[in-house]
């Protein structure tokens, strides 16, 4: 009899234990599933302004889920650099792809016909990781500085504005400005590799309002944009009604294409309109590019036939575009385009064929097809009214919904960043519009107030966030911050020894080869 109750108490005990490690693991488990959901993330934004002024402004939110999706309960902004670059205007900036340690290049070009050169880190700092770091300030507002980052020095290759920079690589930077050239340099140790020369146009009449000097005819490369291949690029130049092919193997011009009279007045150009190209861009998958001008835009193939109008209701001027990748359901969406506006609005287009038209129906019709809108962001609806000069589409890393985890970063000619969380996912070419985005900003004291004619597009997202920088922004880029190891090292401090750091801030042996 002792012997089974023995045999019984140990029975119980065990099952005892075995019922504590189950409640133990799942509580770890829903602890860190809550974790993993309300993990912070922070964003890095710069901003070139009107005052000469490069501002870097960090945002810190915490992404929680519940029942109705994820939310940010808070966003908090702090300064992370601001000074003076460049003797006049900052015109572009441009970011290369992050390195292996963690790091990105920056470069801003200006009117004072100079590029500046910086790494910013990829990574939080450690110190401020840990609470460390915060610089007091008498302004008020929050400063934390990241030591990591540092300036590298300027190009003085240009002999006017600068207009447009691309890391196509982390390897090259090319550059476009007013002197009617193209350069392309070597980030290793910024060699000048090639300089492509644009061919200054004709005087065919001068518009009214032009700027160019007396005897003198409008010059220089607006904009440029390269293929995804690497091979082949797309530049407009001031004072053309046309876009230039570049065959970069070579680096020879590969052909000209004139924009017909049809295609101006499909984007609501006039006969006394410049009729120029201000933006252009490819998507990811090399398969279009959209030029736009003032009040429109157009959509292109890679035989460099018109498909598609971009055209913004109501009508309005054209700041900035982008091509967005989108994953809705697991499956990659390359014809998603954003178009920024000068009354404060990114309106979202679906460039994909319209109503199953294919290229030979495009053909045989003269009329080039409008592409539909299918959302829209910001506006008059949540006090965005002042012209958007640029935009940045981001993701936060980890999410298993890549398109409902999605930010975008916008900064106005007023000296505001917002940043929106907004939902791209495309359903039988229509975007689902945000919940308590549009009905909550347009009802004003038990009464519904008249809307303009472009809140029937769908509003797909929500503000999260504002910040006033206090200088009129031209140009915007941003990207996120990844979280730094405990136990990791500084890849900016110099090696030791038998190593030296090079231009990327990489450790190289001295015996190693170029």
């Known amino acids: 009899m002792m012997g089974k109750r023995k045999r019984a108490e140990n029975e119980v005990d065990h099952d005892l234990k075995n019922a504590t490690e189950n409640v133990t693991n799942g509580s770890r488990a829903l602890k860190k599933t809550k974790t993993a959901l ?15 002024i490069l501002h870097g402004v960090t945002a810190t939110a915490v992404c929680a ?6 939310t940010f309960s808070e966003i908090e902004f702090a300064d992370s650099f601001l000074f003076h670059a460049h003797g006049s205007s900052v015109r572009c900036l441009a970011l290369s792809p992050p390195s292996a340690h963690g790091k990105v290049t920056l470069a801003s070009g200006g009117s004072d016909q100079s590029i500046n050169l910086y790494h910013l880190s990829a990574r939080k700092s450690v110190k401020n990781s840990r609470n460390i770091g915060s610089v007091p300030s008498l302004s008020g507002r929050k400063v934390v500085e990241n030591p990591k980052n540092r300036e590298l020095g300027s190009l003085q290759h240009h002999a006017a504005n600068v207009n447009a920079l691309r890391f196509p690589t982390r390897s090259k930077l090319l550059s476009a400005a007013d002197d009617n050239t193209i350069a392309i340099a070597r980030t290793r140790d910024w060699t000048i590799l ?13 518009p009214s309002g032009d700027t160019a000097p007396p005897g003198g005819t409008p010059s220089g490369v607006v904009d440029f944009a390269i293929h995804p291949s690497m091979k082949l690029m797309i530049s407009l130049t001031r ?7 570049w065959n970069l193997v070579t680096g020879r011009k590969a052909g ?3 924009f017909e009279k049809t295609l101006l007045q499909a984007v609501g150009e006039s006969r006394w309109s410049r009729g120029e190209g201000f933006r252009v861009e490819w998507n990811s998958a090399g398969e279009e590019f959209v030029i736009s001008f003032e009040k429109g835009a157009v959509v292109f193939g890679l035989d460099s036939k018109p ?8 009508l309005s001027k054209i700041h900035q575009i982008h091509y967005l990748d989108t994953k809705p359901k697991g499956h990659l969406h390359t014809n998603l ?6 009354d404060g609005r990114i309106v979202f287009f679906n460039t994909a064929p319209i109503n199953g038209n294919t290229t030979e129906s495009l053909e045989q019709s003269s009329d080039i097809p409008l592409c539909p809108a299918v959302g829209q962001l910001g506006g008059h609806a949540h006090d965005s009214k002042n012209r958007l000069k640029d935009f940045e589409y981001l993701t936060v890393e980890g999410d298993e919904d890549f398109s409902r985890r999605s930010l975008m970063v916008t900064g106005s000619s007023d000296g505001s960043i917002r940043v929106w969380m907004v939902d791209l996912s495309i359903d039988s070419g229509h975007m689902h519009p945000m919940e308590n985005s ?25 503000l999260v966030g504002k910040y006033e920088t206090g200088n009129r922004i031209i140009c915007l880029k941003a990207y996120v911050i990844a979280e730094a190891a405990d136990g990791e090292e500084d890849p900016h401090q110099p090696a030791d020894g038998n190593g030296n750091v090079n231009g990327d801030g990489e450790a190289t042996s001295d015996d190693s080869s170029a």
């Open 65 to 70: 889920e519940g029942d109705e999706g994820s």
């Open 194 to 206: 090639s300089t492509i020369k644009v061919p200054i146009p004709k005087a065919q009449g001068r």
């Open 307 to 314: 498909k598609g109008v971009i055209k913004t209701t109501p």
């Open 38 to 52: 309300q993990r912070p993330f922070t964003l890095q934004i710069i901003t070139g302004t009107y005052e000469r």
């Open 239 to 245: 004072g053309e009604r046309c876009m230039r092919l």
């Open 438 to 462: 549009l009905d909550d900003a347009c009802v004003s004291n038990g009464q519904k107030k008249e809307l303009p004619a472009s809140n029937a597009i769908p509003q797909v997202g929500r």
């Open 256 to 258: 000209v294409l004139n």
């Open 337 to 342: 385009l954003a178009v920024s506006t000068e």
